[in-house]
């Protein structure tokens, strides 16, 4: 019976590696010694920069008081190596993500690396802008996974912040607080927007000449991902008859689409999605010339591939 479990383990792991991490974008990252967490678009996924620390009481001690070790990858080997922050009982950590952000998309959306001996409770907050914060959820006993959906969270908003508080529920320990080796987004994205007067005359949908430059820029930073769904959204202002801005905005979105598939190639694993909105949702109120302008644009979002949300209902 030993061994046939030893077998059925192992058999288990050689089907998710090869599932998940194969070469590419997408990697698996290791949480114990039988499990691990799919990170579709992968090391991009991860807080870069700490916004702001403030440590609980009692305090950890000192070894475990680097706040940057939450950011980037995770590292963590054992309780003694200091690659972790211990937050102190009722601390709290800021960080940002920097090269992409997250949404609520299908599935857990966060992933919280909460590391040693004891798993504290810890409370979860999300922001677009790093001032105005929205509860997401918490972790609790070995649960370090967020569901935003759970939360009633949108599914249209990209956050870039996120905030992480200690409850309080384990405070004696020399790594007092929750301990964290990285913070992660499970439904990480890129979303890039680009101004529409930039790569289009009025009321026309043909690229400029120069526009290519632009978008031949874009695409870098969509090559950091190596098989993504590219979803590419025309919006406009309010000017003219609203029908025809739809159309307008779609034909305009089909036009970045081409030139893309033209810069990539026909072998890059690139899904695209086309969504018109015309003029119904502006950014600010049409009641100006500068307003007009920021509204009429492209916004190109970098999601998870598609196969990946298809392994999610199969599991």
């Not at 998940?20 to 992968?42: M, W």
């Not at 409370?123 to 802008?129: F, L, Q, R, Y």
């Amino acid at each position: 019976m030993f061994r046939s479990a030893i077998l059925l383990f192992i058999l288990f792991f050689i089907f998710e590696t090869s599932l998940f991490a194969q070469k590419g974008t997408g990697k698996l990252y290791r949480i114990d010694r039988y499990e691990s967490i799919y990170l579709p678009l992968g090391k991009i996924s991860f807080a870069d920069k700490l916004i702001d620390f403030k440590i609980g009481s009692p305090v950890p001690i000192q070894k475990y008081r680097d706040s940057t070790q939450c950011l980037h990858e995770p590292n963590y080997k054992n309780y003694q190596t200091p690659n972790f922050i211990s937050l102190g009982c009722g601390g709290s950590l800021t960080v940002e993500f920097t090269d992409n952000g997250f949404m609520n998309l299908p599935g857990d959306d966060l992933y919280l690396f909460e590391v040693g001996p004891s798993k504290e409770s810890a409370k979860v907050e999300i922001s677009e802008n790093g001032i105005d914060w929205l509860y997401a959820g918490k972790i609790a006993g070995g649960k370090s996974s967020i569901d935003l959906n759970l939360a009633n969270i949108d599914t249209e908003t990209v956050f870039y912040f996120l905030r992480i508080t200690d409850l309080k529920n384990l405070c004696k320990s020399k790594s007092a607080g929750a301990d964290i080796d990285a913070i992660g987004a499970i439904n990480s994205v890129i979303k890039l927007t680009i101004n529409a007067d930039v790569l289009f005359d009025v009321a026309k949908y043909d690229l400029k000449k120069n526009a290519q430059q632009d978008l031949d820029s874009l695409a870098k930073a969509i090559r950091q991902i190596d098989k993504a769904t590219i979803l590419i959204e025309g919006h406009t202002d309010s000017d003219g008859d609203e029908n025809k801005n739809m159309i307008l905005s779609e034909n305009r979105a089909i036009s970045v689409k081409n030139r893309l598939i033209e810069i990539f190639g026909e072998y890059e694993q690139y899904e695209f999605e086309i969504k018109p909105f015309g003029e119904t949702k502006p950014r600010f109120p049409n009641d100006c010339k500068e307003n007009k302008q920021q509204n009429r644009r492209v916004e190109i979002t970098v999601l998870p591939p598609k196969d990946y949300y298809r392994s999610l209902k199969k599991s």
